[in-house]
C-alpha cells in the first residue's frame, strides 16, 4: 500500500488543488474525518469548516464552504463551492459577514426565500473567524 494518495479540490470555477497527499482531514456533517491512503469508500456531506492536507511533511490549512466529499483508497476528491487558503483569510471582513448574516437570520424563519443561503454564509464566515484565530500549527 502506498503512503500517498491523490487529492483534489474542486469548485465549479475550477481545480484549487490537485496532488499527493499524505493526509488530508475535512468537516462532514456528522464531524470531522481523516483520510490516509487506502482509506475504505465512503460518501461525506461536507459543512464549512476546516480541510488540512499533508505532502511532503508541509501543511495547508484552508476553510470550504458545503460540498461533498468522495473517499477512496487511491483518490478523494472535495468538490465545494469555494474554498479560501487560511492565510488568505480577511478577518474583519469574516466578521462583518457574520454580523450582517446574523442581523438578518434574526427576523427570518425557515420559510424564507434567502434563508438557507444566509445560514450557508453564516456558517463559512463563522468558520473563517474560527480557523483564522487557531495559533499556526493547530
Known sequence: MADTFTLEIVSPAKILFSGEVDTVTAPAINGEFGVLAGHTEFLAILVPGEVKYTSGGSTVSMVVSSGYS???PEKTSILVESATLTSDIDLNK??????ETTTALA??????SAYRDLT???A???A???VAGKPKGH
Open 124 to 126: 463559512l464566515a463563522s
Open 70 to 72: 468522495e473517499v477512496g
Open 120 to 122: 450557508e454564509r453564516s
Open 94 to 99: 469574516a466578521e462583518a459577514e457574520l454580523k
Open 107 to 112: 427576523s427570518m424563519t425557515e420559510e424564507d
Open 128 to 130: 473563517m473567524i474560527e
